[in-house]
């Protein structure tokens, strides 16, 4: 009797995986519409030792050409480019320095979720996680869980909502740590402007 209701089972799960990733890829070519986002963050880090969370606010820039740029503008100014295997920390003077992806595990994960979605790339998410998807594309929740060891040992989990654009992400650590996400006033379409071209290193008038 167990087996005979595992088939009849069966054909429901596959069908509910098939809409899943229906509505996964639905979601990616809703917001691969738009070679360039900027939104507006106010990132929340709680940590095990500390008895307040971190807050830090700032913009993000989303060029389907040159990567993602994160922009901290409160309580300090600092910018990261996030980049598929390294990080450019850029001080409020300008200078560079590279980060490995182990020393801002948190940022790594927000540049490859957002390379991801934002390009429609469903598959490469898929690659590196395993995905559960509720919802609609004009409302949805996506969790994440690593596939990868190596990447499990730093990361628990992503949560990500949103409807037309990503409206928050919250990233679980595996040492304890979570950072909790938000944007607002985002927006797309348009080229980098001259100082966000800067900090890109990349040239005037592209996407």
Known sequence: MRWVTLFFLLPMSVQALSAESDTLSRIGAQMEQHPM?????????QMPALKRPLVTSGRLVYSRRHGVLWQIEQPYRMSY???EDRIIEIAADGTRRERGLRDVPGLAQVGRVFRAMLGANTAALRDLFEV???????????????????????????????????????????GG????????NTQGGGVPNEAELQLFG??????
């Open 37 to 45: 986002v900027r939104a507006d963050f106010i990132q929340s880090k």
């Open 81 to 83: 480019v996030l980049g």
């Open 132 to 174: 559960s998807v509720q919802g609609s594309p004009e409302k949805w929740e996506i969790d994440l869980k690593p596939r990868q060891a190596q990447l499990a040992q730093f990361l628990s989990g992503l949560q990500l909502s949103g409807g037309h654009y990503l409206e928050s992400i919250r990233i679980s650590e595996a």
């Open 177 to 184: 740590e979570t950072t909790q996400i938000r944007f607002r």
């Open 202 to 207: 990349g040239e005037v008038g592209k996407p």
